[in-house]
């Protein structure tokens, strides 16, 4: 049984930072290409930063120089480091397959940040 399980979020104030863990389990982890995605209500799902199997990254331009994507595969865990936050990254955060590589696995909780201006 697949299992993605984020965690770290928070309330953090306009212009701090987060670093957000996924935890993967049931699937060979180093095999797969990585996403994290965020959801703001009332907005769609959106695919934020992406890693590969390789660790080739990827980001949304509204994240672009602000986020950092990782991957410890000995852990089968990612990571996103958020900083220089803004009020606009509020949303649920999850972690799941990249949708141009893979099927979606079932989403997990997410993690909820949420940055106070």
């Known amino acids: 049984q697949v299992q993605l399980v984020e965690s770290g979020g928070g309330l953090v104030q306009a212009g701090g930072s987060l670093r957000l863990s996924c935890a993967a389990s049931?699937?060979?982890?180093?095999?797969?290409?990585m996403g994290w995605y965020r959801q703001a209500p009332g907005k769609e799902r959106e695919l934020v930063a992406s890693?590969?199997?390789?660790?080739?990254?990827g980001y949304a331009d509204s994240v672009k120089g602000r986020f950092t994507i990782s991957r410890d595969n000995t852990k089968s865990t990612m990571y996103l480091q958020m900083n220089s936050l803004k009020p606009e990254d509020t949303a649920v955060y999850y972690c799941?397959?990249?949708?141009?590589?893979?099927?979606?696995?079932?989403w997990g909780q997410g993690t909820q940040v949420t940055v106070s201006s």
């Open positions: 799941n397959v990249d949708r141009r590589r893979h099927t979606y696995f079932e």
């Open positions: 890693i590969s199997s390789g660790s080739t990254v």
């Open positions: 049931g699937i060979i982890f180093s095999m797969y290409a």
